[in-house]
């Protein structure tokens, strides 16, 4: 497994990403900078602390759900800084998940929010799988975001407004205080057999193709299989230069040994434009 982050300058790392021998998690925090008076401990805090939880209980417990666990690891995470910050709060930190496990012959994934994952299969189109909620309310944001200050007062009020969405009906979901909101993630499984690779990517990660349009998914399985997830990100953060897009965390796992998920995790970073 390689696992690959390349971080906006000047800015702490906001993802999270783990493996274990039979399972694999990627987290991407959210939420909005500089709110000490809500949550003093912020969102890498946040995106971490859950990102070890998941991935702890993916190695211990066996039996139960991936939504199961999730709801568990937010729980746990919630409890921790539930009598020292405004956990209800909107703007308090967030995440995106995608997780994967191997399991009696079966890779079983799990996705809430804008994570993706990919699934490569040896006879046929790669298996996308993804939470198109957050995307489609967060589009018809996008364009006031990206003309608008980042952490200026409008910037705060439109992200304020855009997250109000989170985690109610007719909205998107992502993990932040409310243990149900796992029981919405995107899940399912596939014969181990039938795959020769799996990629969990960040949102950051995946404009490759979803934004970008750098190529399709059979394309960029094939940039990962010759080049490594290094050189997706090279080229996301070139054209995030050349369409003047503000840079996100980039991360990506990827995993092409699905027999052992996790025997070793080899950490890199890719130049800032």
């Not at 070890?52 to 568990?72: D, H, I, K, N, T």
């Not at 996008?142 to 407004?161: F, P, V």
């Not at 290094?230 to 840079?247: G, K, L, P, S």
Request: hydrophobic fraction near 40%; proline fraction near 5%; charged fraction near 25%.
């Amino acid at each position: 497994m390689t696992s690959v982050a390349a971080v906006r300058a000047g800015r702490v790392n906001e993802d999270f990403t783990g493996a274990v021998p039979t399972a694999a998690v990627l987290v991407d925090g959210a939420g909005i900078p500089d709110t000490g008076s809500i949550c003093r401990h912020g969102v890498a805090w946040y995106a971490t602390r859950l990102g070890g939880s998941l991935l702890g209980l993916l190695s211990l417990v066996r039996g139960r759900s991936l939504p199961g666990l999730l709801a568990e690891a937010i729980e746990q995470v919630t409890d921790d800084h539930r009598d020292s910050c405004d956990v209800a709060n909107p703007i308090s930190p967030s995440a995106t998940v995608a997780a994967l496990r191997l399991c009696d012959g079966l890779v079983e994934y799990l996705v809430l929010g804008d994570a993706v994952l990919v699934l490569d299969r040896a006879d046929g189109v790669p298996l996308v799988v993804s939470d198109p909620r957050e995307v489609d309310i967060s589009r018809s944001y996008r364009s006031a975001l990206e003309a608008t200050a980042e952490g200026s007062d409008e910037y705060r009020r439109l992200l304020r407004e855009l997250r109000a969405n989170r985690n109610r009906p007719g909205g998107f979901w992502v993990a932040k205080d409310d243990p149900m909101a796992a029981d919405e993630a995107v899940t399912g499984s596939c014969p181990v057999s039938e795959l020769t690779s799996a990629v969990l990517l960040s949102n950051g990660a995946s404009r490759f193709v979803d934004r970008f349009r750098l190529a399709d998914w059979p394309g960029a399985m094939a940039v990962l299989a010759l080049s490594g997830p290094t050189e997706i990100i090279r080229r996301v953060r070139q054209a995030e230069a050349r369409h003047a897009v503000a840079a996100d965390d980039a991360t990506i796992v990827h995993c092409t040994d699905l027999a052992d998920l996790g025997p070793s995790a080899d950490e890199a970073g890719s130049p800032d434009p």
